[in-house]
């Protein structure tokens, strides 16, 4: 199970460490720009993501991001994987995020969506499924957010089978007007209403 402390935050799975990103750690934003600017990642993430060009965009990006989560309690999140040897914590093995993010105003959504994006060497071993699982564990068990979204290009065969793993329901392609009117595959966690306009609105 997850878990989190209420000192250094971080949420600790069987491979993972999920800890908050430093705006003013270099290491982070240069990661940030290599994950953001990979261009398998590009390639698969619907024309949605931030552009985050250079070290000062992932500054700004990340300085945006850490009040959302003094705000709300949640936002984007660092993956990194366990050191082999626990006496030495270190966040040197990064290979991803994992987030979610309330899109307010109008149009908006009602409820958080989730995310996450893996370096593609990560990738088919199951850590965005394990890191996506740990913040949700947490964001319910800690936050109380158990409705949730998520967004995947239609194509993309690999975001729509960690969503299955997560339990997600599919729910079609529709018109996401939060994302200026792309078309994207919806998926809403079990047990949530299938309101349109959750999406659409």
Same mark, same amino acid.
Request: net charge neutral; aromatic share 8%; glycine share 10%.
């Given at each position: ?20 990103f ?10 940030l ?12 993430n ?10 000062? $965009? ?8 850490q ?23 270190? !966040?040197?093995?990064?290979?991803g ?34 890191? $996506? ?19 995947? !290009? ?32 919806v ?15």
């Open positions: 199970m997850a878990s989190a402390s209420k000192s250094i935050f971080q949420i600790s799975t069987a491979r993972l460490n999920i800890t908050h430093d705006p003013y750690n270099p290491t982070h934003t240069s990661f720009v290599t994950l953001y600017n990979n261009p398998e990642i590009l390639a698969t619907g024309g949605v993501a931030s552009f985050i060009p250079t070290v000062e $965009a992932a500054q700004a990006h990340l300085e945006r991001n009040a959302k989560i003094e705000e709300r309690g949640y936002g984007q999140l660092l993956v990194s994987l366990k050191p082999t040897n626990p006496t030495f914590q270190t !966040d040197t093995d990064m290979i995020m994992v987030s979610l993010k309330l899109r307010t105003g109008s149009p908006g959504f009602i409820a958080p969506d989730l995310g996450y994006g893996l370096l593609p060497q990560y990738h088919r071993k199951g850590y965005a499924s394990e890191a $996506a699982r740990g913040l949700m564990e947490y964001a319910q068990r800690e936050l109380g957010v158990k409705d949730m979204l998520a967004f995947c !290009d239609d194509c993309n065969e690999g975001s729509k089978a960690v969503l299955q793993k997560l339990g997600f329901v599919n729910c079609g392609v529709h018109e996401l007007k939060p994302f200026g009117g792309k078309k994207g595959c998926w809403m966690r079990e047990g949530m209403t299938r309101d349109l306009g959750v999406w659409e609105s």
